[in-house]
C-alpha cells in the first residue's frame, strides 16, 4: 500500500523539478525562458539627445513628477500619449530638449524598476532550485526507508511523514513555478513600455 503512495509522489515532483531547469543564454541559473539583460541601453530606443546624469538631477519636479507617472505600467500607453503631447505643447520652442529630458528621467525609472526585478527573479529562481533539491533529497530518503525490510510502526510513520513533506514542498514548489512564469515576462513588457514611450516622445519632436 505504501510502496505505491511513494511512487506517485515520487512522479509528482519529477516534472517540477526538471522545469526548474529552464533554458538560459548567459546565466545557466536564469530561469526564464527571455534571454537575462540586466540593464537597457537607451541608444537602442532614442534617437535624440542623450543627457548626461546631471542634467537629469537639475530637472524640475513639475518634469520629474510627470516622468514617475508615465514610467510606471498603472498610467495606460492611452494616458501616456495624452500627457506627452501635452507637455510637449506647453515646452515650446523648447520642446526638443525638454522632451530629451523627460524620456532620459523616464528611462532610467524603468531601467532601474526592471534591473530590480531581473534581480529579484534571480533570487527567486535560487530559493526555487534549493526547494527541488529538498524535494530530491526528501525522495531519496523515503525510496530508501521504503526499501527496508521488517519496518517498524515508527518507520512507517516516518515513511508517511516524508510524503506528506513532499506532497506539501512540491505543491508550494508548482505554485511559485506558475507566478513565475508571470514574472518572468515583466521585464519584457518594461522594455516594450520604454520603446513606445520612446517613440510618442519622438513623435513630439518634429
Known amino acids: 500500500m505504501f ?5 506517485v509522489v515520487s512522479l509528482g515532483v519529477a516534472l517540477p523539478v526538471g522545469a526548474a531547469q529552464a533554458a538560459s543564454f548567459n546565466d545557466p541559473t536564469w530561469p526564464c525562458v527571455q534571454r537575462k539583460v540586466s540593464h537597457l ?3 537602442q530606443m532614442w534617437t535624440g539627445e542623450i543627457l548626461e546624469p546631471d542634467a537629469l538631477a537639475a530637472a524640475d519636479v513639475q ?8 514610467a510606471v505600467r498603472r498610467t495606460s500607453l492611452e494616458e501616456a500619449e ?6 510637449a505643447r506647453a515646452s515650446g520652442e523648447q520642446k526638443a530638449q525638454r522632451l530629451s529630458l523627460l524620456f532620459a528621467l523616464v528611462f532610467d525609472q524603468i531601467d532601474a524598476d526592471r534591473s530590480q526585478l531581473v534581480s529579484g527573479i534571480g ?7 534549493e526547494l527541488a533539491e529538498r524535494i530530491d533529497g526528501q525522495n531519496e530518503k523515503l525510496a530508501a526507508l521504503d526499501a527496508q525490510e521488517d519496518k517498524s510502526n515508527d518507520d512507517y510513520d516516518r515513511l508517511e511523514e516524508i510524503a506528506d513533506q513532499i506532497e506539501w514542498d512540491t505543491r508550494i514548489f508548482e505554485e511559485r513555478q506558475q507566478s513565475l512564469t ?10 516594450k513600455r520604454a520603446f513606445a514611450l520612446a517613440r510618442m516622445m519622438m513623435e513630439r519632436m518634429e
Open 41 to 43: 541601453s537607451i541608444g
Open 82 to 87: 495624452t500627457l506627452i503631447a501635452d507637455f
Open 123 to 129: 533570487r527567486y529562481a535560487g530559493k526555487q532550485a
Open 182 to 191: 508571470y514574472v518572468c515576462e515583466t521585464p519584457v513588457l518594461l522594455e
Open 63 to 70: 518634469t520629474q513628477i510627470l516622468a514617475s507617472a508615465l
Open 3 to 7: 510502496r505505491k503512495i511513494a511512487v
